[in-house]
């Protein structure tokens, strides 16, 4: 695990090229190593039911329920966006709070708090809210330059820490909420990421996108905890949903179809706006 002082040292410098080894005569180069076969297993997806407004793309587990980021268009009139906790097994909506976060996409629950993440272009980084809907700070992303830390696809409340997908870094980033501290990082190589959950001592994250994109099949990937390494990964079957947030409770797995997508079609899924429960076959 590379720790603060350690990742702060050593920069970025994760995705830099291999060094070549001691003692290769000039010239000569080390032949590439093998790539580790990672294990690949298929999903399919099953609606549960609708989200209660909006365009759902975060979700947050609570003791209380599942907690839904409601995901506006660029055309909304009002721009708040709500944080939304609805029965698992019904989706009946039970409590409602309004952030000032926008474009969501990611979000966390804990500590008492509504964690959002924003992604405009001038609103972006962490909404954090209390349950009265009264923003308590707006905050960057580390390690950015001040006052643009970039967006999020995804966050997570886990052992009283925040771990962000970090957009602009291309990697995942955990947080001292109360310090905003960066303690820990590590970066992943898909073109396209969404939301992640914890599963044990593993992360999995959303990546792909079910819309007809060449080499990008939505799917998840999971992560070791503590180094990054990547441990296996999972694609969707055909015909089903469009992942954004995901979720994993008892060993269940959630998810969201926002229906909404920059550069996509918006709502061409034929789940888009549902909460789905997700099976490996």
């Known amino acids: 695990m590379m720790h603060k002082r350690e990742f702060l040292t050593a920069g970025l410098g994760l995705t830099a090229g291999l060094i070549a080894a001691p003692g290769l005569a000039a ?28 365009f759902p793309n975060a979700l947050a587990a609570s003791p209380e329920g599942l907690w839904i980021g409601e995901q506006k268009g660029p055309d909304a009139v009002d721009k708040s966006e709500k944080a939304m906790l609805v029965d698992w097994k019904t989706g ?16 966390a629950y804990g500590g008492g708090y509504i964690w959002m993440g924003a992604n405009t272009s001038d609103v972006e980084g ?20 001040p006052g643009n830390g970039g967006g ?6 886990h052992q009283d820490k925040l771990w962000i997908v970090a957009n602009r870094m291309r990697g995942i980033l955990r947080v001292d909420p109360k310090t905003w501290e960066p303690e820990f990082f590590f970066p992943f190589s898909f073109t396209r990421w969404h939301d992640i959950a914890f599963d044990g001592n593993a992360i999995w994250m959303v990546t792909g996108t079910s819309q007809s994109i060449p ?36 060993g269940v797995f959630y998810t969201c179809d926002a229906g909404i997508a920059p550069g996509f079609i918006d709502s061409k ?3 888009s706006r549902t909460i789905n429960r997700l099976d490996f076959v």
């Open 27 to 54: 010239g000569i180069q080390a032949a590439p190593a093998a790539k580790p076969v990672v294990p690949q297993r298929r999903i399919r997806s099953t609606v549960l039911y609708k989200s209660p407004e909006g």
């Open 92 to 107: 009946k909506l039970l409590r409602t709070v309004v952030t000032q976060s926008r474009n969501t996409s990611g979000m």
């Open 126 to 145: 962490i909404f954090q809210t209390d349950m009265n809907s009264k923003l308590v700070a707006q905050r960057q992303i580390p390690l950015g330059p």
């Open 152 to 157: 999020t696809h995804g966050a997570k409340w």
């Open 215 to 250: 080499d990008n099949q939505a799917g998840l990937a999971k992560f070791d905890a503590a180094t990054g390494k990547l441990l296996e990964t999972a694609v969707f079957e055909p015909g089903a949903c469009d992942p954004h947030g995901l979720e994993i409770v008892d």
């Open 269 to 271: 899924s034929p789940t």
